[in-house]
C-alpha cells in the first residue's frame, strides 16, 4: 500500500508541476523516469521478498517443535499444584532457567558446527516425576546397545503412565524393543498389542484336519526314523479320528488309539497330542520351519494355544515349536506379526514354573540384542528367565537320570500335607522345582540350567520304538545343545541324578577329545552326583533276569554291573578327574524304592555310588528322592549349597 500510494503522489508532482524550461526538460524527463522506475523495482523486489519469505515460513514445520509438543503431550503430571512458586524455591527456579539457557547455547553451537545435540542436555529442564515415552523409544532405537537396554529397562520400570502411554509404545516401537520389554521383569502387559485376528477355517475343516494337512505338506523324505514314526503315526491316528467324526467305522487296529470311550467319540486332544509330538520333531529341521510358516503354522498353532488353555501338555508342545523356531533369525518379524510376544509375555509370568521356563526359553531365542546363546529343545534356563543387571559368573547345569524330566526330577520332596492340602503353587511351603525357587535365590549370580531328554525303562513304553540311544550317542547329543547355551563360557559345575551323572562322565571325556570342546572341561570345577550307578545297578539285573517280560531298553541294560562299557567309562573318567582335580560330592541312597506295585529293591548300592574320588554322604532317602529335599533347611540342600559355594567362591568373588 505504501508503495502504490508513493506512486500516485510521484505521476502527480510531475503533472501538476510548471513546466521547465525546454533546454532541460528532455534530461529532465529522463531522470524523472529513471527515478520512478527504479523505486518501483527496488519496493516490488522488497515485496516479493517479503511475501516469499513470509509463506516459507508459514510452510516450514520445525521437527524441534513437533518433538517438544510430542514430548508434552505424552508426559504424565501428578495433581500437584500448578503454581511453582508454591513447590520450589527462588533457588531452583534459576537453577531452571540456567539449565534452559544452556540448552539453548548448545543447540545454537549443535547448527552452527552441524554437530550432534547430546540427548542427555536435551531433558536438563525436565521435572524429576516426567517421563517421556516418546524419549524413551527413540533412545530403544539407538545404535548403541547399553543405550538401548536402559532405555527398554526405563520403560519396564515405568508403572505410573496412562494406559494410552503403553498403547503408545506397544504401536510405535520396533521389533528389538518390543521382545526386550517381553523379557523384563516388571514390564507392564499392556506395551503388547494383543494378537491379530486369526484367518477363519475352511468350510467344514477343523483344527484336527488343518493340523494333519500342515504336517503332511512338510517334506517326509531324508528324515530321522523317529521323525518318520511320529509322522505316519499322526497322519494315521488324525485319519481314523477324521472318518469317526464323518460317521465312519473307526478301526482299532494297527496304530489305532486304545483311547476311545465309544465309536462315535475320538479323543481329539489325544489325535492333536500325536501331530503336536510330530511337529515338534519337524521343527528341529531349519527347512521345515520355514514351510510351517510358510503354511500358516504360526497362526494354527496359536489357536490351538487358545483352545487348549486348560491342557498344559498341548501348550507346552506348542512352546517347542516355537522356540524351535525361534532358533532361526529369519522367522523372528514373522513370529513378531503373528502375534505370539504377547502371549509369551504373559505365560513368562506364570506361576507354574514349567510354563514360564518353555515361554523363556522361546524369548531369549528371540531375543538377539542381549543373548548370545541359543537354547535347543531340551535345555531350560530356570535362572536369570527374564533380562537383569545382575552379572552372571558361572554355570550349574542339572542332568536328570531314568525316567526323570527338567522339572519334576528337582522338586521338592513330596508330603502327605502338601499333597492333602494341594499347596504347589505355594514357593514358600512347596516348591516344583528348588533350583529355580531356592537356588537362584541364594546364589543370584549363577546361571542355572536344566536339562531333559527321553528316557524309558522298557521298550514297551518308548516314545518312539526305533529309538535306541546308547549314552555314547545321548551325550554327543546334549554336549552339542549345551555348547550352542554357551556352557564353557563360564565356570561351572555339575548336578546329576542316576544315570545323568553317566552322561556327565560320558560327556566330559567326550568335550576332552575335541578341541572346540576344551572351555567346557577347563571351565568345569565341580561335580555332584546324586545316587550314580558308578560301577552298575540292581535294576539292570532285576531287568534282564526278567527280559522277556520287561523287554529292557538300552539304557537300562548299560547300566548292568557286567556291561564293559559301563567299566571302561568309569576307569577312564577316574583317571581323568583326578588329572583335572576336579571337586566332587557323592550321595547314596540307603532306603528301597518301589518299582510298580511289586517290585522293591535299592537301585543304587552304596558301593556303586563310590566314585572312587570325593566325599561319599549316605542319606536315608530311597532312590527317587535323593535328589528332591524334603524342606530348604534340610541337610541335602543345605549341604549341596555349601558345594556350590565352597567350590565356586573364587568365581563368584571376581
Known amino acids: 500500500m505504501t508503495l502504490a500510494a508513493y506512486c500516485v503522489i510521484w505521476c502527480r508532482r510531475i503533472g501538476t508541476s510548471n513546466p521547465p524550461p525546454k533546454s532541460n526538460t528532455y534530461w529532465k524527463d529522463i531522470r524523472n523516469i529513471i527515478k520512478f522506475t527504479g523505486s518501483l523495482i527496488l519496493g516490488g523486489s522488497l515485496f516479493l521478498t517479503y511475501e516469499v519469505l513470509a509463506l516459507k515460513k508459514s510452510l516450514t514445520l520445525d521437527s524441534q517443535v513437533v518433538e517438544r509438543e510430542k514430548m508434552k503431550s505424552y508426559i504424565y503430571v501428578p495433581t500437584v499444584s500448578l503454581d511453582k512458586?508454591?513447590?520450589?524455591?527462588?533457588?531452583?527456579?534459576?537453577?531452571?532457567?540456567?539449565?534452559?539457557?544452556?540448552?539453548?547455547?548448545?543447540?545454537?553451537?549443535?547448527?552452527?558446527?552441524?554437530?550432534?545435540?547430546?540427548?542427555?542436555?536435551?531433558?536438563?529442564?525436565?521435572e524429576d516425576h516426567e517421563c517421556a515415552s516418546w524419549l524413551l523409544l527413540r533412545r530403544s532405537k539407538s545404535d548403541d546397545p547399553s543405550a538401548r537396554w536402559q532405555a527398554v529397562q526405563a520403560m519396564s520400570e515405568a508403572h505410573h503412565w496412562h494406559d494410552y502411554q503403553y498403547r503408545t509404545v506397544a504401536q510405535a516401537c520396533d521389533l528389538r524393543t518390543l521382545i526386550g520389554l517381553a523379557r523384563s521383569r516388571d514390564s507392564d502387559l499392556r506395551f503388547f498389542l494383543p494378537p491379530p485376528p486369526l484367518p477363519s477355517l475352511k468350510e467344514d475343516s477343523s483344527i484336527e484336519e488343518e493340523l494333519r494337512c500342515l504336517l503332511a505338506s512338510l517334506p517326509q523324505t531324508d528324515l530321522d526314523e523317529c521323525i518318520r514314526y511320529f509322522t505316519s503315526l499322526a497322519l494315521?491316528?488324525?485319519?481314523?479320528?477324521?472318518?469317526?467324526?464323518?460317521?465312519?467305522?473307526?478301526?482299532?487296529?494297527?496304530?489305532?488309539?486304545?483311547?476311545?470311550?465309544?465309536?462315535?467319540?475320538?479323543?481329539?486332544?489325544?489325535?492333536?497330542?500325536?501331530?503336536?509330538?510330530?511337529?515338534?520333531?519337524?521343527?528341529?529341521?531349519?527347512?521345515?520351519?520355514?514351510?510351517?510358516?510358510?503354511?500358516?503354522?504360526?497362526?494354527?498353532?496359536?489357536?490351538?494355544?487358545?483352545?487348549?488353555?486348560?491342557?498344559?501338555?498341548?501348550?507346552?508342545n506348542i512352546l517347542r515349536i516355537i522356540g524351535n523356531m525361534a532358533l532361526n533369525e529369519h522367522l523372528h518379524p514373522a513370529i513378531v506379526r503373528s502375534g505370539w510376544v504377547s502371549i509369551l509375555a504373559e505365560a513368562v509370568k506364570s506361576p507354574h514354573i514349567m510354563a514360564a521356563s518353555h515361554a523363556a526359553r522361546t524369548l531369549a531365542n528371540l531375543d538377539r540384542d542381549t543373548v548370545r546363546e541359543k537354547y535347543?529343545?531340551?535345555?531350560?534356563?530356570?535362572?536369570?528367565?527374564?533380562?537383569?543387571?545382575?552379572?552372571?559368573?558361572?554355570?550349574?547345569?542339572?542332568?536328570?537320570?531314568?525316567?526323570?524330566?527338567?522339572?519334576?526330577?528337582?522338586?521338592?520332596?513330596?508330603?502327605?500335607?502338601?499333597?492333602?492340602?494341594?499347596?504347589?503353587?505355594?514357593?514358600?511351603?512347596?516348591?516344583?522345582?528348588?533350583?529355580?525357587?531356592?537356588?537362584?535365590g541364594d546364589c543370584p549370580a549363577l546361571r542355572i540350567i536344566?536339562?531333559?531328554?527321553?528316557?524309558?525303562?522298557?521298550?514297551?513304553?518308548?516314545?518312539?520304538?526305533?529309538?535306541?540311544?546308547?549314552?555314547?550317542?545321548?551325550?554327543?547329543?546334549?554336549?552339542?545343545?549345551?555348547?550352542?547355551?554357551?556352557?564353557?563360557?563360564?565356570?561351572?559345575?555339575?548336578?546329576?541324578?542316576?544315570?545323568?551323572?553317566?552322561l556327565v562322565k560320558k560327556m566330559l571325556l567326550e568335550a576332552s577329545q575335541k578341541p572346540e570342546m576344551s572351555p567346557v572341561v577347563n571351565n568345569t570345577r565341580g561335580i555332584i552326583f546324586y545316587s550314580v550307578p558308578h560301577h552298575g545297578s540292581h535294576l539292570a539285573e532285576y531287568s534282564v533276569n526278567v527280559r522277556y517280560l520287561l523287554f529292557p531298553s538300552l539304557e537300562v541294560k548299560e547300566l548292568s554291573k557286567d556291561s564293559?562299557?559301563?567299566?571302561?567309562?568309569?576307569?577312564?573318567?577316574?583317571?581323568?578327574?583326578?588329572?583335572?582335580?576336579?571337586?566332587?560330592?557323592?550321595?547314596?541312597?540307603?532306603?528301597?524304592?518301589?518299582?510298580?506295585?511289586?517290585?522293591?529293591?535299592?537301585?543304587?548300592?552304596?558301593?556303586?555310588?563310590?566314585?572312587?574320588?570325593?566325599?561319599?554322604?549316605?542319606?536315608?532317602?530311597?532312590?527317587?528322592?535323593?535328589?528332591?529335599?524334603?524342606?530348604?533347611?534340610?541337610?541335602?540342600?543345605?549341604?549341596?549349597?555349601?558345594?556350590?559355594?565352597?567350590?565356586?567362591?573364587?568365581?563368584?568373588?571376581?
Open 85 to 126: 512458586r508454591e513447590n520450589y524455591g527462588l533457588t531452583y527456579q534459576a537453577r531452571k532457567e540456567l539449565h534452559k539457557a544452556v540448552r539453548k547455547v548448545l543447540a545454537t553451537s549443535a547448527k552452527i558446527l552441524r554437530g550432534p545435540f547430546a540427548d542427555t542436555f536435551s531433558t536438563a529442564d525436565v
Open 236 to 316: 494315521s491316528e488324525s485319519s481314523q479320528s477324521l472318518a469317526a467324526q464323518k460317521g465312519g467305522l473307526w478301526c482299532f487296529g494297527g496304530n489305532g488309539l486304545p483311547y476311545a470311550e465309544s465309536f462315535g467319540e475320538v479323543p481329539s486332544a489325544t489325535v492333536e497330542m500325536f501331530c503336536l509330538e510330530a511337529l515338534v520333531r519337524h521343527s528341529e529341521i531349519s527347512t521345515h520351519c520355514d514351510k510351517i510358516e510358510a503354511h500358516g503354522g504360526l497362526q494354527l498353532l496359536q489357536r490351538l494355544y487358545r483352545l487348549h488353555r486348560d491342557y498344559p501338555n498341548v501348550q507346552r
Open 376 to 440: 535347543q529343545d531340551g535345555v531350560y534356563v530356570l535362572h536369570p528367565q527374564c533380562r537383569t543387571s545382575q552379572p552372571i559368573k558361572a554355570d550349574v547345569l542339572f542332568i536328570h537320570g531314568l525316567m526323570g524330566a527338567a522339572f519334576k526330577t528337582w522338586r521338592q520332596q513330596d508330603s502327605d500335607e502338601v499333597l492333602a492340602e494341594k499347596v504347589s503353587e505355594d514357593e514358600s511351603r512347596y516348591t516344583t522345582c528348588w533350583p529355580k525357587s531356592w537356588l537362584a
Open 450 to 502: 536344566s536339562v531333559e531328554y527321553d528316557t524309558s525303562l522298557s521298550d514297551w513304553r518308548a516314545r518312539c520304538p526305533m529309538e535306541r540311544k546308547s549314552i555314547a550317542f545321548r551325550s554327543k547329543e546334549l554336549l552339542r545343545k549345551l555348547r550352542a547355551a554357551g556352557v564353557g563360557d563360564r565356570p561351572m559345575i555339575w548336578v546329576s541324578h542316576s544315570m545323568g551323572g553317566l
Open 564 to 654: 564293559p562299557a559301563l567299566k571302561a567309562l568309569q576307569d577312564d573318567f577316574l583317571k581323568f578327574a583326578k588329572d583335572k582335580n576336579f571337586q566332587v560330592l557323592n550321595f547314596v541312597e540307603t532306603l528301597p524304592t518301589s518299582i510298580g506295585s511289586m517290585i522293591k529293591l535299592q537301585v543304587v548300592p552304596v558301593e556303586s555310588a563310590d566314585l572312587g574320588i570325593g566325599e561319599l554322604i549316605p542319606v536315608d532317602v530311597n532312590h527317587l528322592n535323593i535328589c528332591k529335599p524334603r524342606k530348604k533347611d534340610a541337610f541335602l540342600y543345605q549341604r549341596t549349597l555349601q558345594f556350590i559355594r565352597d567350590t565356586l567362591a573364587k568365581d563368584l568373588e571376581n
